[in-house]
């Protein structure tokens, strides 16, 4: 293999995705990446050594070996390591140009034209150790926009940083739709305030709920009486801080029977494997998908609402992608900024090579919430 192979008509089109050579010259040596031409000649030739490691299963003896076999650079291990802990704010500033260039695409029929932007997290573990164990995961925030199927924000922290709804920018008009561990009430007003609308799966005990007077409301109280619905929709408030009410709507739709056994049994294995006793509540309220939002009644009927909260899913089709499809996993060593180098690596491989994937998805069919 010589170096003017690796200059093929794929590698040439990434670059133009990524701002052509000129622009990804000047960033490197702008952010300091990339300093002086010494062992790598340029900074295309170290985004590329770059990729090939993080990207690929050699490790730092086998990827310098490759890259003086193929004409691509000549410099050891070490210094390539070094190469790799200097990358970090060049690769954010490649991964928010692609996600910047992604944004803008058709909007939803059914949510009136307004975006749909889902929130969640993913954990990776740290080299040498598993999720369990404290300190052991990297976690990987993310918003996804529908319809464009398109990420449009990641955040990289490690575990000591817990997940925020508001963790990314709203975009005002946008419908953020999220899971039960986003039930935040002070984070849900500032979205709010900000000219945005939630969609929130809320557990049973997960808030101060509160009525319009700010009695408290007794949820599982609701479902029991609704024994006989199948829906509940009504006005609902929850407390933040300094009890600051916040009007929300309540949203609520019994499960068919065989989702609901099966979510009874799975609250049962859950008790049993953590040696906890199962509150008769927690019970009533497997029965139900339970949400929350602040969209009104009139532009968005009870069954709007679920199917927003629906979509979700295809967030978490997108961390497969990213972990399966990509090929993210444990980033090797101990070196953090090598570690987040190789998590921002697959962060741009996802975004050059999620339009495919939305192409080949197109409108296939949504499973029911759970």
Same mark, same amino acid.
């Given at each position: 293999?010589?170096?003017?192979?690796?200059?093929?008509?794929?590698?040439?089109?990434?670059?133009?995705?990524?701002?052509?050579?000129?622009?990804?010259?000047?960033?490197?040596?702008?952010?300091?990446?990339?300093?002086?031409?010494?062992?790598?000649?340029?900074?295309?030739?170290?985004?590329?050594?770059?990729?090939?490691?993080?990207?690929?299963?050699?490790?730092?003896?086998?990827?310098?070996?490759?890259?003086?076999?193929?004409?691509?650079?000549?410099?050891?291990?070490?210094?390539?390591?070094? /190469?790799?802990?200097?990358? &970090?704010?060049?690769?954010? !500033?490649?991964? $928010?140009?692609?996600?910047? #260039? =992604?944004? %803008? @695409?058709?909007?939803?029929?059914?949510?009136?034209? /307004?975006?749909?932007?889902? &929130?969640?997290?993913?954990? !990776?573990?740290? $080299?040498?150790?598993?999720? #369990? =164990?404290? %300190? @052991?995961?990297?976690?990987?925030?993310?918003?996804?926009?529908?319809?464009?199927?398109?990420?449009?924000?990641?955040?990289?922290?490690?575990?000591?940083?817990?997940?925020?709804?508001?963790?990314?920018?709203?975009?005002?008009?946008?419908?953020?739709?999220?899971?039960?561990?986003?039930?935040?009430?002070?984070?849900?007003?500032?979205?709010?305030?900000?000219?945005?609308?939630?969609?929130?799966?809320?557990?049973?005990?997960?808030?101060?709920?509160?009525?319009?007077?700010?009695?408290?409301?007794?949820?599982?109280?609701?479902?029991?009486?609704?024994?006989?619905?199948?829906?509940?929709?009504?006005?609902?408030?929850?407390?933040?801080?300094?009890?600051?009410?916040?009007?929300?709507?309540?949203?609520?739709?019994?499960?068919?029977?065989?989702?609901?056994?099966?979510?009874?049994?799975?609250?049962?294995?859950?008790?049993?494997?953590?040696?906890?006793?199962?509150?008769?509540?927690?019970?009533?309220?497997?029965?139900?998908?339970?949400?929350?939002?602040?969209?009104?009644?009139?532009?968005?009927?009870?069954?709007?609402?679920?199917?927003?909260?629906?979509?979700?899913?295809?967030?978490?089709?997108?961390?497969?992608?990213?972990?399966?499809?990509?090929?993210?996993?444990?980033?090797?060593?101990?070196?953090?900024?090598?570690?987040?180098?190789?998590?921002?690596?697959?962060?741009?491989?996802?975004?050059?090579?999620?339009?495919?994937?939305?192409?080949?998805?197109?409108?296939?069919?949504?499973?029911?919430?759970?």
């Amino acid at each position: 293999m010589t170096h003017e192979s690796l200059l093929n008509a794929g590698w040439l089109s990434t670059l133009d995705r990524l701002g052509g050579a000129e622009q990804l010259e000047t960033e490197a040596r702008e952010v300091g990446a990339f300093r002086r031409a010494r062992e790598v000649k340029c900074a295309v030739d170290l985004l590329r050594l770059t990729l090939a490691y993080c990207l690929g299963s050699m490790g730092l003896r086998l990827t310098a070996a490759w890259a003086e076999a193929s004409g691509l650079a000549i410099l050891s291990n070490v210094a390539l390591l070094q /190469r790799l802990r200097n990358m &970090v704010a060049w690769l954010e !500033v490649l991964v $928010a140009r692609l996600l910047t #260039s =992604s944004n %803008g @695409g058709p909007r939803v029929a059914a949510a009136t034209g /307004r975006p749909i932007r889902i &929130v969640d997290a993913t954990v !990776v573990s740290k $080299a040498g150790r598993d999720k #369990s =164990s404290a %300190g @052991g995961v990297w976690r990987v925030y993310a918003v996804f926009d529908l319809p464009s199927e398109r990420f449009s924000a990641f955040e990289l922290t490690d575990e000591s940083e817990g997940e925020c709804l508001d963790r990314a920018a709203v975009v005002p008009g946008e419908i953020r739709v999220a899971d039960r561990a986003y039930l935040q009430p002070d984070r849900i007003a500032r979205v709010l305030d900000h000219g945005a609308d939630v969609v929130i799966r809320a557990p049973w005990n997960g808030a101060r709920w509160v009525d319009a007077e700010g009695n408290a409301v007794n949820l599982i109280d609701l479902l029991k009486t609704a024994r006989g619905k199948r829906k509940i929709d009504r006005p609902i408030c929850i407390n933040g801080a300094a009890n600051q009410s916040i009007p929300l709507r309540l949203v609520a739709i019994r499960k068919p029977k065989e989702a609901a056994e099966a979510a009874i049994a799975k609250v049962k294995s859950t008790a049993k494997r953590k040696q906890q006793k199962l509150q008769p509540s927690t019970l009533v309220a497997a029965e139900w998908l339970i949400l929350i939002t602040s969209l009104s009644s009139q532009s968005f009927s009870t069954d709007d609402v679920a199917d927003l909260y629906r979509s979700r899913w295809r967030i978490e089709i997108a961390f497969k992608h990213l972990k399966s499809g990509a090929g993210l996993v444990r980033p090797p060593g101990e070196d953090v900024a090598v570690a987040k180098t190789h998590i921002l690596c697959h962060l741009l491989m996802i975004l050059l090579t999620e339009p495919l994937l939305a192409e080949q998805l197109g409108d296939s069919p949504r499973p029911a919430a759970a």
